[in-house]
């Protein structure tokens, strides 16, 4: 890096912050953080728990937004000032040790681009996947777990922790169906990024005459709502079925009826849940996924009357992502437009970098 180089990118940093200051708005916060210490103050706060508590997160979540811009903003001022000085006094170390510092530099405000990217109403909440194979029975049962396994590992970077609420296997390999749920930090904000429908192109391994074989997989994910949601599913509209879990979990699994099914007629989604050994609390369990997947079903409806919504991203049917094997090695996002060639890292988990690219690229239309 030059001078010139390092010039340019101090400029573009500087807009990119003041860019984020429209949206982040720092005095709105740092007014409401006053107000929020008033209420705080007020002994009649204290007796209401559900408001305490509300006014609480919002504190958390508008102070940690507020420090992270202050941050990055910092930093960039800083450099700014440094490398003025040292260029006035001709500090050549100082100026060397800037450049080398500035991917960290530009890292920081990449990173502070996301969290605001992540700022959405449901993105702070867990997400409750789903992986479902396509036609193409074995192969694309397969597909799935693949899909299942690279997340599993994303999640296991991230530190983000797993529940599964249903795991079906193949007949001869992979998985006829898996949901689970997922939580951290800002799970379903990431993870919203990989409702779709997910392309592979592969000679099969199933295939004794070794020929290219193409299998979808679709992936659904809604969040997971709180207790200040309400979604009413009234009786008549759902279908409730038991029947004998399957897969590892102990001898109940195979001798009572604890896994539940529930299907909703107007919409036709279903959702299965037999983590448990209780079917009560499987059955507690698959409504909560049930009203969270209605939530999420509703969300689409609203995106798809909005004229500025990018409408060919809406929808679980619509295909984001192709992983191609062979003829060549190379993994593409359709939304983003980006190409990775780094196909197994990606497969071993390595996709926080896809998504951020998919977030970035929906920002800025």
Request: contains cysteine; glycine residues 6%.
């Amino acid at each position: 890096m030059d001078n010139y180089e390092y010039t340019e990118l101090l400029k573009t940093l500087s807009i990119k912050v003041e860019n984020i200051a429209g949206v982040v708005k720092p005095e709105n916060i740092k007014a409401r953080l006053k107000e929020i210490e008033e209420l705080e103050n007020d002994q009649n706060l204290w007796q209401d728990i559900a408001k305490a508590g509300a006014i609480g997160k919002e504190k958390t979540k508008i102070s940690n937004i507020l420090n992270k811009f202050l941050n990055a903003k910092n930093a960039v001022d800083d450099a700014k000032a440094l490398y003025e000085l040292a260029n006035s006094e001709n500090d050549e170390e100082t100026i060397n040790s800037l450049f080398a510092e500035a991917d960290e530099l530009e890292d920081k405000i990449i990173n502070l681009e996301i969290s605001m990217m992540l700022s959405g109403e449901n993105d702070d909440k867990n997400a409750i996947v789903s992986i479902h194979p396509g036609a193409g029975g074995t192969e694309s049962n397969d597909w799935a777990s693949m899909l299942y396994r690279m997340y599993l590992r994303f999640c296991e970077r991230e530190g983000f922790k797993i529940e599964v609420l249903d795991f079906q296997e193949g007949e001869e390999a992979g998985l006829k169906d898996v949901s689970f749920i997922v939580r951290g930090e800002n799970a379903y904000g990431y993870l919203k990024a990989e409702n779709g429908i997910h392309r592979l192109v592969r000679v099969s391994p199933f295939d004794s005459a070794g020929r290219r074989h193409t299998s979808f997989s679709s992936v659904m994910v809604s969040p997971e709502l709180n207790d200040d949601i309400e979604i009413n599913i009234e009786e008549k509209d759902i279908r409730v079925d038991v029947f004998r879990a399957s897969g590892a979990g102990g001898q109940h699994i195979n001798k009572t009826e604890s896994a539940v099914r529930i299907t909703h007629i107007p919409t036709g989604i279903v959702v299965n849940c037999q983590n448990d050994r209780s079917q009560h609390k499987n059955k507690e369990t698959a409504m909560k996924v049930l009203k969270s997947r209605l939530y999420e079903l509703e969300l689409m409806k609203q995106r798809e009357k909005d004229e500025n919504a990018p409408k060919s991203e809406i929808g679980w049917g619509h295909q984001i992502r192709s992983y191609v094997l062979f003829p060549y090695q190379q993994v593409k996002d359709n939304r983003s437009g980006e190409a990775y060639s780094q196909t197994d890292a990606i497969l071993d988990g390595d996709i926080k970098s896809i998504i951020e690219g998919v977030l970035i690229s929906q920002a800025n239309r």
